[in-house]
Structure formats: structure tokens, C-alpha cells
T-cell receptor, first 113, second 109 residues
Framework: EADIYQTPRYLVIGTGKKITLECSQTMGHDKMYWYQQDPGMELHLIHYSYGVNSTEKGDLSSESTVSRIRTEHFPLTLESARPSHTSQYLC????????????FGEGSRLTVL | RKEVEQDPGPFNVPEGATVAFNCTYSNSASQSFFWYRQDCRKEPKLLMSVYSSGNEDGRFTAQLNRASQYISLLIRDSKLSDSATYLCGGSGSARQLTFGSGTQLTVLP
């Protein structure tokens, strides 16, 4: 089993609120990723990090921000949530991108009213 | 054009059938390829990596064709439990892992 954890699993929140989705892994992986996925739709990479103090934006433009102060922790923040942010957010980590093995968390399902 | 494209399906097959999925990629510099399985409302999990020589794991066979830039997944003797969405992917530009949109498989009793 992968040791990567996301909280909260489910969040229903009102428009304009600030939210932080937590992601932690205990595998010592340098590389971490955030994907956004709507039901039945493809995964979109929104942020990634190759190590502490390294963050990059992914293919899909997102109003969220991330930080990587510690290797094991890669939180995602939305300063002002909107209904268009309603989606599932999946965090993943990998030791070596070239092997293609990403370990995914169980996801955080966000609903913004 | 998307870096990785796959037939979304759905594929509805009877139990015991053999089913094959193809996936094309546009970045000829991609080095590694893989297939993931995603169950409904669950996270994706690695099914198998894809090597140039092809690789097999039980009822599953994955192959890579660099000349035509596609990867394939063959499932033999399909089981009800194989019903899921199958995602293909490769190492894309900017050292990111890029996924296709997924192919939905339903194995019918």
C-alpha cells in the first residue's frame, strides 16, 4: 500500500472561502504532483514539485497555489473558492518519474456552493 | 493536439473475451510508458509499465511501438473484476507524466 495521505477526503464549502487541501507522503519521494479530475473525465496536472522549494504549474491553468517547504508535505490552497473549483483533487508522488510509477492519494472531493 | 490520446470507449465485452486498447503519443522524446487502472471514484493505480520488448503479467500484455508511437494493452480471458477505466501515459515534455483520457471497460456476465 502507498503511504500517501490526503485530507480532507470530502469538503463542501461556500463561495469565497479559503481552503487548503493537505497531502503528505512518508516514502521520502522528491517528486510530488497535484491532479484535478472531474467525474468520468481525464486527469489534468495542475502543479508539481521536484523537491523542497521547487514548484511548477502544470498543463491545466489553476487558480490554486502550492508550497513545498518539507519533502513529505505538498499542500494546495485556494484563496477564494468558487463553484468552478468543484472537482476531485488527487495528490501523487514518485521516486523516479522515468519508471512511471506514481503513488496516488485517495483524493479530496471538493464541492463549492 | 494532446500528447497522449486513447479511445474513450466504452468497451463492453462478455466475460472471457480478449480486449485490446491502443494509445498514441505525440512526443517522440517520451522515454517511459505505462498503464494505470482506475476504479470508479477511486485513485489510479499502476497496472504495468511498458517496455520496448513488451511485457506480460498474467492475463495482461503491454507493448510499445516506437515507430508508430503507440502503446497497447491486451487483456485475455477478461473477468468481471477487470471492469474499470484504463489510463495510458508517458513521460511528456517538461519532464511531466502525461495521461490519456482513459478507456472505460465493462465486462459483462
Amino acid at each position: 500500500e502507498a503511504d500517501i495521505y490526503q485530507t480532507p477526503r470530502y469538503l463542501v464549502i461556500g463561495t469565497g472561502k479559503k481552503i487548503t487541501l493537505e497531502c503528505s507522503q512518508t516514502m521520502g519521494h522528491d517528486k510530488m504532483y497535484w491532479y484535478q479530475q472531474d467525474p468520468g473525465m481525464e486527469l489534468h496536472l495542475i502543479h508539481y514539485s521536484y523537491g523542497v522549494n521547487s514548484t511548477e504549474k502544470g498543463d491545466l491553468s489553476s487558480e490554486s497555489t502550492v508550497s513545498r517547504i518539507r519533502t513529505e508535505h505538498f499542500p494546495l490552497t485556494l484563496e477564494s473558492a468558487r463553484p468552478s473549483h468543484t472537482s476531485q483533487y488527487l495528490c501523487a508522488s514518485s521516486a523516479n518519474m522515468w519508471t512511471g510509477e506514481l503513488f496516488f492519494g485517495e483524493g479530496s472531493r471538493l464541492t463549492v456552493l | 493536439r494532446k500528447e497522449v490520446e486513447q479511445d474513450p470507449g466504452p468497451f463492453n465485452v462478455p466475460e472471457g473475451a480478449t480486449v485490446a486498447f491502443n494509445c498514441t503519443y505525440s512526443n517522440s522524446a517520451s522515454q517511459s510508458f505505462f498503464w494505470y487502472r482506475q476504479d470508479c471514484r477511486k485513485e489510479p493505480k499502476l497496472l504495468m509499465s511498458v517496455y520496448s520488448s513488451g511485457n506480460e503479467d498474467g492475463r495482461f500484455t503491454a507493448q510499445l511501438n516506437r515507430a508508430s508511437q503507440y502503446i497497447s494493452l491486451l487483456i485475455r480471458d477478461s473477468k468481471l473484476s477487470d471492469s474499470a477505466t484504463y489510463l495510458c501515459g508517458g513521460s511528456g515534455s517538461a519532464r511531466q507524466l502525461t495521461f490519456g483520457s482513459g478507456t472505460q471497460l465493462t465486462v459483462l456476465p
